[in-house]
């Protein structure tokens, strides 16, 4: 039976390269009708966050993908995490045998030393290979070493014999003089398994069958399969090395787009306050300032603060960044697969269905593959229209709990009115931006200064707007005034009512509605403004404009002039409705 794994470091938010290996290894696991581990690797005490390892479980559930064995499900070859299985002492027990056979040995350098080391290679422009011990120290001399305070570490002796081919399902036979490799820490001074090491094991003891990672780990691969062997673990799992993925601006992509970004935003802007955006990101001045340097970067949630802070929207990179930004499960699983993947047909838009039932390791290709954002955007927008309403429902309102938006006070009806209205929407923060107005409070209205300049300064806007609010309280104190006999304000009352005051104006529909639609969000862009009526009532309808009838023309310092108003709309006429 197949079994894959996905290995991640517990370092930081799952990201895209991240998400991709792991969908990949949950692929081929879900086609075989195998099995898919999820392991944590957070054997480096410096580099793990606490919180990051609930953050990839919560990334990998929000994708859809679920593990069979692994941290929270059930755990036959448990623990799931290495930290648990160090204390354990599994790591201790293979590294003892390797010590026993003489295919190990201890080593007692400081790091001063080691970089003494380093530099001679340096100098001599080779790698730093390490210089093998004639004769291997015993426990005494590591009792010996550890008394006087010298960090003590085991390597592993590579065999040098021959070099060592790995066979990739993606790259074939790719061949490591054995000598490069050089002999390697398996045990750390802290008494950790290194991760070449943990890695191992755990393959074997979790009845690994394929290893699925990143191209980056190419390099990795020898020694572990080297390592393999030497602890007798029999059969090799086959090794599969993803292809890279490059960003549009060119190079790797890298989780190191969004700390660059938010780097040179900081760098723009004129006069800005640092002690404020230290105290946001709370961390010291000195890390602030090592930062722009270029030559720190802080944790992730400190960069995302700072950059809400002060307004700039950077590149998605971390799955839940993607989830900020409005886009579905299955869009990013989609996207996701395309990346060193495709079916070999024409298809691209694929449910999860689809593609359990179409990925074969054997269509892996070997060339780059471009995070192309706008293909995103593109799957995005298909996958909204796809999904059926009731999921999509669903997802919207994960959404909207995310980002925490006034549009979570809707129910769910109003929710999927919404959804409707906003056909052909490219995001869900799409339909969030449109359609959030309706759940602010009439104060809470902000008005877009360009929107009031084009639609509502320029030309008769605030005139409009003047005809529209008479029109509309007539309607409602004077029951002759009603269209057909509705009594409510409703979405086609509100159609004809601008259609007719566009007739009347000799103009078309949009210099009518733009004023309204502005004076109801603060901006252009919304929901149907008939639509808009109905759902917001007409006492909420005729505050806002009320509001920005006051408010507009006061902020761009225009007298209010009441004469302006149309006589005809002034006029009590039962007629002039
Ligand atoms: N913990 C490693 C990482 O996050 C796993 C590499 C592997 O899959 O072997 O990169």
Not at 180 to 204: H, L, Q, R
Request: charged fraction near 30%.
């Amino acid at each position: 039976m197949v079994v894959t794994r996905f290995a991640p470091s517990p370092t930081g938010y799952l990201h895209v390269g991240g998400a991709r290996t792991a969908l990949f290894s949950w692929l081929w696991a879900r086609h075989t009708g195998g099995k898919f581990v999820l392991r944590i690797e957070d054997t480096d005490l410096k580099r793990n966050t606490p919180t990051a390892m609930q953050q990839v479980i919560n990334d990998l559930r929000w994708l859809g993908i679920e593990w069979d064995e692994g941290p929270e499900v059930s755990e036959p070859n448990g623990p799931y995490l290495q930290s648990q299985r160090h204390q354990q002492g599994i790591y201790d027990k293979y590294v003892n045998q390797l010590l026993g056979e003489g295919k190990a040995y201890y080593c007692f350098d400081t790091s001063e030393e080691l970089e003494a080391m380093r530099e001679e290679a340096t100098d001599q422009k080779q790698n730093l290979t390490y210089r093998r011990p004639e004769i291997f120290p015993d426990e005494k001399d590591a009792a010996k070493a550890r008394s006087e305070g010298r960090p003590v570490t085991v390597r592993f002796a590579v065999p040098q014999d021959e070099d060592i081919i790995v066979q990739d399902i993606v790259r074939g036979e790719v061949k490591f003089a054995a000598s490069e490799i050089g002999d390697f820490i398996i045990k750390k001074s802290d008494g950790f398994p290194t991760y070449n090491f943990a890695c191992v094991v755990d393959d074997y003891l979790m009845k690994i069958t394929h290893v699925i990672r990143g191209q980056e780990h190419l390099n990795n691969t020898p020694g572990q399969q080297a390592l393999w062997q030497a602890l007798g673990f029999g059969q090799l799992p086959q090794y599969v090395h993803m292809s890279v993925t490059v960003s549009e601006g060119g190079g790797k992509l890298s989780k190191r787009e969004r700390p660059k970004a938010l780097r040179q935003a900081i760098k723009t802007i004129e006069n800005i306050d640092l002690e404020k955006l230290a105290q946001i990101g709370n961390i010291n001045s000195e890390e602030l300032e090592s930062f722009i340097k270029g030559k720190t970067t802080p944790d992730m949630p400190v960069i995302d603060a700072m950059a809400e802070y002060i307004g700039v929207e950077l590149p998605e990179i971390n799955i839940v960044d993607f989830l900020r930004s409005g886009y579905l499960p299955e869009t990013m699983v989609n996207f996701l697969a395309f990346l060193g993947w495709n079916p070999g047909d024409n298809r691209e838009i694929m449910s999860i269905d689809e593609l359990v039932r179409a990925f074969d390791l054997s269509r892996l290709t070997k060339s780059n593959s471009l995070f192309d954002r706008q293909k995103l955007i593109a799957f995005n927008t298909e996958h909204i229209k796809m999904t059926p309403r009731e999921k999509l429902l669903g997802h919207l309102k994960d959404y909207l709990k995310t980002i925490n938006s006034p549009v979570l006070s809707a129910d769910d009806e109003q929710l999927k009115r919404i959804i409707i209205l906003c056909e052909g929407a490219r995001t869900l923060a799409d339909i969030e931006r449109k359609s959030r107005f309706l759940f602010l409070e009439n104060d809470k209205i902000v008005y877009d200064d360009d929107a009031i300049k084009k639609v509502l300064l320029k030309g008769d806007g605030l005139d409009v707007l003047k005809n529209i609010q008479a029109k509309i309280e007539k309607f409602v104190t004077n029951p002759a005034c009603r269209i057909d006999g509705q009594e409510k304000v409703t979405a086609e009352y509100t159609e004809k009512l601008l259609r007719s005051i566009a007739e009347e104006r000799k103009v078309g529909l949009g210099k009518v509605a733009q004023p309204l639609r502005v004076a109801l969000c603060g901006g252009t862009i919304s929901i149907s403004i008939f639509e808009a009526v109905e759902m917001l009532g007409k006492e909420k309808t005729l505050a806002r404009i009320d509001n920005a009838l006051n408010v507009i023309p006061a902020k761009a310092g225009i007298q209010k002039n009441d004469d302006v108003m149309d006589s005809r709309v002034r006029g009590n006429d039962k007629k002039e409705c």
